[in-house]
């Protein structure tokens, strides 16, 4: 099958700084993967161009074969690493907002998500802290039974606790066709939950192997690995 | 979609609009009843009252100004543009959905300020007088060939359609600003003053070689209403093309040049 995700020669140049070069990069269906490097590595840049919201300045991105257009964005959910929602609306506003733009939305997991929360639905945005914004983001986007989950940072904002519902949420919410990337320098949290990790530095990909790998190779965590590949 | 996209868009201005149209209608009533009590008792009370009326007044045309120009560059340009740029929808729609709605709030802010002075105004006295003169107007109207007709429906498209493409001079800006990638604010400005200035020394240049080359001869010894009308039609036609040029410089800087913060 098709990789969900085809970076070729990918290059983002930004005025006075090189933001990602030469990226090749294929990521596969029906896994949850992690797209790990230190701060300013490149990350959300990648994660940016897959949805559209950056242009490449040289190379091809593609999402299902497509490259970022209508077509892929009714495929790929994504949780960017700010809140980008209207503050004024209610959780219940929200909900029929993306019920009424993504055909592949789930109403009913999601306010059964809110509940288990304790998030109430005709709660304003503006009226939350900032980790319950992230859970009410979160829980929308996955909310989707989409074929690509594009999650940057999706832990950074939260404590330990919310951090495991979080990712209990991730694993038990994706179809087993779809695939989940997780942008992240909080490791040894999210290690547990990876199939495949991309190591990324300087804008350039440093490592793309799976979990099971690293660990029969290096006989390393992957959190391991990442400290001695990043070593400061 | 564009239906979806422009129900969202009146929603979340709605919120900003109403009331302060119910303000400025509430105001004006209350000035209203101390004009027809005119007691010189409540001679502060009623400069208060119409401070704040000619105030709220103001503030509609400032603030229909500022949500014009908000609604898309804080909407699609800075962090609510992660929502709108990643749903299914194409950048047309995103585009249509502001205007449309910018268009609409435009006319009921001018509407309803119109209406509001009307309230103020209108006695007895006064209503009689302006439902004779519609009526005059309407048997003026009738009495007129079809040449005016046209010059006044020209005329009401050459509004709405400067209305069209002064937003679409704001939006162009500020696509245009949104290029660079420190000092957005400072760029969008400098776009919309660049275009001005543009537009400015074309059209001066432009007059200049009509008058030496003596183009518009064909305009002398004709007749007042076909002169209206031709003038009429050829600024449609440049406000129709200004508009059409600010449009699509718009869609394509959002669809191929798209560099959200």
């Given amino acids: 099958m098709e990789p969900i995700l085809q970076c070729k020669n990918l290059t983002k140049v930004f005025p006075g700084k090189v933001a990602l070069s030469g990226v090749n990069l294929e990521v596969n269906r029906g896994r949850i993967v992690g797209l790990l490097g230190p701060n300013g590595s490149g990350k959300s840049t990648l994660i940016k161009m897959c949805n559209g919201l950056l242009t490449p300045t040289n190379g091809e991105l593609l999402v299902d074969g497509n490259a970022p257009g209508i077509e892929t964005k009714r495929i790929v959910s994504y949780l960017p690493e700010r809140t980008y929602l209207n503050d004024w609306m ?76 979080i990712l209990n949420t991730i694993i038990s919410n994706y179809s087993e066709n779809a695939t989940v990337m997780i942008s992240t320098h909080l490791i040894s949290d999210v290690e547990r939950i990876l199939d495949d990790i991309i190591f990324i530095n300087q804008g350039s990909i440093a490592l793309v192997s799976s979990v099971e790998e690293i660990r029969e190779k290096n006989n390393k965590s992957v959190d391991e690995l990442f400290r001695e590949v990043f070593r400061c | 979609m564009l239906g979806r996209l422009l129900k969202y868009e009146i929603k979340s201005t709605a919120r900003i609009y109403l009331p302060l149209y119910l303000l400025l ?70 585009i249509l959905s502001k205007l449309l709605a910018a268009v609409l709030w435009n006319i009921a802010s001018t509407v309803i300020s119109f209406f509001s002075v009307l309230v103020l105004s209108v006695d007895r006295d006064m209503m009689g007088a302006l439902v004779e003169s519609w009526r005059e107007f309407q048997t003026f109207l009738a009495a007129q060939d079809f040449a005016v007709h046209w010059i006044i429906f020209q005329s009401i498209v050459l509004i709405l359609l400067s209305l069209v493409a002064g937003i679409l001079n704001l939006y162009v800006a500020m696509a245009i600003g949104h290029l660079v990638q420190k000092h957005r604010v400072a760029a969008s400005l400098g776009a919309f003053f660049l275009i001005g200035l543009v537009e400015q020394i074309a059209f001066t240049l432009f007059i200049e070689l009509a008058a030496k080359s003596n183009w518009f001869y064909f305009l002398h010894g004709m007749n007042p209403v076909d002169q209206a009308q031709w003038l009429l039609t050829a600024a449609i036609i440049v406000v129709a093309v200004l508009g059409a040029i600010y449009y699509f410089a718009t869609k394509y800087i959002l669809k191929n040049k798209l560099n959200l913060e």
């Fill in chain 1, 90 to 165: 209610t959780v219940r506003n929200l909900v029929d907002f993306f019920d009424d733009f993504y055909t592949d939305f789930d109403k009913a997991k999601a306010y059964d998500m809110f509940q288990r929360l304790d998030i109430k639905s005709d709660a304003r945005l503006k009226t939350m802290s900032k980790g319950t914004k992230e859970k009410v983001q979160l829980i929308l986007v996955m909310s989707r039974n989409a074929s690509l989950y594009l999650l940057d940072e999706p832990i950074g904002g939260v404590d330990p606790a919310a951090r495991d519902y």
């Fill in chain 2, 25 to 94: 209608f509430l105001t004006a009533v209350i000035n209203k009843f101390f004009l027809s009590v005119n007691s010189e008792n409540l001679g502060i009370p009623m400069a208060i009252s119409m401070t704040a009326y000619v105030t709220i007044i103001v503030a509609i045309v400032v603030i229909t100004l500022v949500i014009t120009i908000q609604r898309f560059y804080k909407n699609l340009l800075q962090d609510e543009g992660y929502l709108m740029f990643t749903l299914p929808v194409s950048v047309d729609a995103n």
